[in-house]
């Protein structure tokens, strides 16, 4: 089985994948057995999945590590998919040879074109002082990269990996 993008889920299907962990919790059921309710990303989505039967172990596993390759199947809860975890083996960033941004939502813009156009806008500012102050703060060591993989915001403002360079695109067009 190879890896599927999540948005791609229908009812009935087997997955099978590395997926990042957004988000999740340890809850106990009224028969006394843990549960883990989690939030599993990649590129294309973010889907809600359900860990039965776990262990306070385990959910410290889950914690200690931002991905898990999963097997499981597909039901819905609520209209939408819900993953039923049947395996599921934590791993780090090295384990599984990936970083978290490669399952963060990305800009539809190729980077370097982003930033040619930054540097075409910061080039073309009236302003001399204006100019020179921007030039001066791109210069910090390590901002370009942040500039690159971050987003502007958490939810709804360029919330994805380039998304504050597009956001900083803007600003500089509005001086």
Known sequence: MSQRKLETLNRGDRIEGI????????????????????TLRDQSATVKAMRWESSQEEFRDIQNCP?????????????????????????????????ATEFLPRTKHEIPELERELEERIAALQNDDVRQLVVTILARP??????????????MHHAYVGGLLEHVISLVQLA
């Open 142 to 155: 390590g901002l370009r990269d942040r500039l690159r993989l971050s987003p502007a915001g958490k939810a």
């Open 67 to 99: 991905f898990l390759r999963i097997e499981g199947r597909v039901e819905e809860y609520q209209g939408a998919p819900q993953i039923i975890v049947d395996r599921l083996e934590p791993m780090t960033a090295d384990q599984a040879g990936l970083q």
């Open 19 to 38: 997926y990042l962990v957004e988000d999740a919790s340890l809850k106990t059921a009224r028969n006394g057995k843990f549960f883990v309710p989690m």
